[in-house]
């Protein structure tokens, strides 16, 4: 089993894979991994092969083997082909107390900087001279897996590659390793919160603070203190475009004079399947028209300058404002994307 369960690692890395799926029907598991959005069926089995495949994961992640009714989670680490990856699992059983298994892929150690693709090339160069002031928050949403992490860590190296800072990131978990960061990790069950970790980063006094997410009125209170006392603030926030994280700033207790003191930009992000001319439509994880990473690429709705101001006090913006939406729309009409996935990503 030690062997199959290498064999799937390592086919899911070579395919660039974020997630594997080992989900039970009434009389088999069928495997599914998962590419920058929806998932491929990979292939079928037994009953018994997926229970046992499931215990052995299980094994290698501390989770309890016999206890199949109550959903579990585990991490851990496995080294394939002279690279390390990080593996977070979870179960959970249907009614029929049969488990299913997702593991998602973090390619922590990887010295290699994960190429950032955009369908906008000026749009990363916005966000690149965001970078270039002294304090400030700016903020990134966007669904889990859209590529919010890859494009933060991009913009700071670039940023460090021109002027060497103290950069110190809090992240729950650390998903890219980066030694030229400080690099902390949220441990709630040690007693280490964001809330701890941002105090204890403050006397450190660094240029650039990284919030892995904003989830609670005590994290967002530190997060604005941090920005207003003179720190660069880059942080993650669950809203569904960029006008949404002001009223999920709201929510938090943030107000509206605090938004204007310290947001310098929101940008909402999705990570979009390239239209394939093989596929006729999204790029297989099978297909070698595009490499792994160039299999999709990400589409930016910039909230800053004059419109960020005017809708924090207004609740409004100007005719000129590009939107998630019309980007879409070019991405669509220039034919860079499918018309699935122009629709299925409309807001």
Same mark, same amino acid.
């Given at each position: ?5 290498e ?18 029907? $009434?009389?088999?598991? #069928? ?5 920058? &959005? !929806? /998932?491929?069926?990979? %292939? *079928? ?45 979870s179960?959970?059983?249907?009614f ?21 693709h955009?369908?906008?090339p000026?749009d $990363?160069?916005k966000? #690149? ?5 002294? &304090? !400030? /928050?700016?903020?990134? %949403? *966007?669904?889990?897996?859209?590529g919010k ?6 913009l ?15 992240e729950?978990p ?5 030694p ?50 003179g ?13 949404g ?51 999709a ?42 018309q ?8």
């Amino acid at each position: 089993m030690e062997e199959k369960a290498e064999k799937l690692l390592s086919s899911a890395m070579r395919m660039g894979v974020s997630d594997i799926h080992l989900l039970p029907y $009434e009389d088999r598991y #069928e495997l599914f991994f998962r590419v920058s &959005s !929806g /998932l491929t069926k990979i %292939s *079928g089995m037994s009953i018994e092969k997926g229970e046992r495949l499931i215990s052995y994961f299980k094994f290698l992640s501390n989770m309890n083997v016999g206890e199949r009714r109550k959903p579990q989670s585990g991490s851990a680490r496995y080294r394939l082909n002279g690279q390390k990856i990080e593996l977070r699992l979870s179960t959970i059983a249907n009614f029929r107390y049969q488990e299913s298994l997702v593991i998602r892929m973090l390619y922590a150690n990887s010295t290699e900087e994960k190429t950032l693709h955009n369908f906008f090339p000026s749009d $990363e160069k916005k966000l #690149e001279k965001m970078l270039d002031h002294k &304090s !400030g /928050l700016i903020l990134f %949403s *966007g669904p889990t897996g859209s590529g919010k992490t890859t494009t933060i860590y991009h913009l700071l190296r670039k940023k460090y590659a021109s002027e060497p800072l103290q950069i110190i990131t809090m992240e729950d978990p650390v998903e890219i390793e980066e030694p030229l960061f400080l690099q902390t990790e949220i441990n709630e069950d040690g007693g280490v919160s964001y809330e701890i970790l941002i105090k204890q980063s403050l006397r450190h006094h660094p240029d650039i603070m990284v919030i892995g997410e904003i989830r609670d009125e005590e994290t967002a209170k530190m997060v604005v203190r941090s920005a207003l006392t003179g720190h660069l603030v880059i942080a993650t926030i669950h809203a569904k475009e960029s006008l949404g994280v002001l009223e999920r700033l709201k929510e938090l207790g943030v107000s509206d004079e605090q938004m204007k003191q310290t947001l310098l930009a929101i940008v909402s992000q999705r990570l979009i399947p390239k239209s394939c001319p093989y596929c006729q439509g999204s790029c297989s994880i099978h297909c070698r028209h595009f490499s792994v990473n160039e299999k999709a690429a990400a589409i930016y709705e910039i909230l800053d300058g004059k419109n960020l101001q005017r809708h924090i006090q207004e609740g409004e913006v100007e005719k000129q404002f590009v939107s998630l939406n019309d980007k879409l729309r070019k991405a669509y009409a220039y034919g860079y994307i499918s018309q699935k996935n122009f629709l299925e990503n409309l807001i």
